[in-house]
């Protein structure tokens, strides 16, 4: 009788359980711990259902305003840093080197995660909104420089060409026959952007870059979970209204 062979499958099935296993091994997770942070977990949603907007909303209200005001300035400054960064970053109208040099600004911009970008510019201007707002329009530039730069790629060729037959330069091409066919993306992407920057903006203080981070971060500090889950509620709130403001101009634009 010849001995039935072990299917191929089943040893990267036994080889994948191997690493798994190796894996949780190697986190060394404290699970008496984990068991405590169950207890806090079910603190903080019974805070949830019980948000406190009372003893610290004076805290609340600052905290928001300069979330606000990081998610303004950085989604202008970052918004008008990247026009110039996706019309180079467009292979259809840039000669090669400019379209090789925006690339990389695009690559580099989207490489690091907003935290990562938020503790180098704490190191490199201290604890504040001032790195807030830099974080925020740094991501900007990757964000919608790439969006916008595909979008650009993608105009219909002939108006473009009809312009170019007819003598235009570069500059009234991008004028005549680009920008009215992108107007409505960039909008888009402006609004979309805003909205995400000011979620960021409640992360990134985490690590000292200022905004509503900064007061959420201190209220779990100090356990204060009802305040937490004020910030939290505020938060969603907030970016519900910006989310429904966002789709009515994108709406109205197409």
């Known amino acids: 009788m010849t001995p039935r062979r072990f299917p191929r499958a089943s040893w990267w099935v036994l080889g994948g359980a191997a690493y798994l296993a190796y894996a949780a091994a190697s986190l060394q997770i404290d699970w008496g711990r984990a068991a405590k942070g169950v207890a806090r977990g079910a603190a903080f949603a019974a805070a949830l259902l019980h948000p406190d907007f009372a003893s610290r909303w004076g805290e609340i209200l600052e905290g928001l305003g300069e979330s606000l005001a990081m998610t303004v300035l950085a989604t202008a400054a970052g918004t008008l840093l990247s026009v110039p960064v996706a019309f180079g970053a467009a292979r259809n109208i840039s000669p090669l080197p400019v379209y090789l040099a925006c690339r990389a600004v695009v690559v580099l911009a989207r490489s690091f995660h907003e935290l990562i970008v938020a503790i180098f510019f704490v ?76 979620r960021e903006s409640a992360i990134i203080g985490v690590v000292g870059a200022g905004g509503i981070g900064a007061t959420l971060n201190t209220a779990f500090d100090r356990y204060e979970y009802g305040v937490a889950g004020a910030i939290l509620l505020t938060i969603v709130a907030l970016v519900l209204a910006g989310e429904t403001l966002s789709g009515a101009a994108r709406r109205r634009l197409s």
């Open 123 to 198: 190191v490199l201007v201290g604890f504040g909104p001032l790195a807030g707002v830099l974080t925020l329009a740094f991501a900007t530039v990757g964000f919608t420089g790439k969006l916008l730069a595909e979008a650009i790629e993608e105009v219909a060729g002939a108006p473009v060409e009809a312009l170019r037959s007819a003598g235009a330069g570069p500059l009234q091409v991008i004028r005549f026959a680009i920008v009215p066919q992108v107007v409505p993306r960039f909008v888009g992407l402006t609004a979309y952007r805003l909205d995400i920057n000011f």
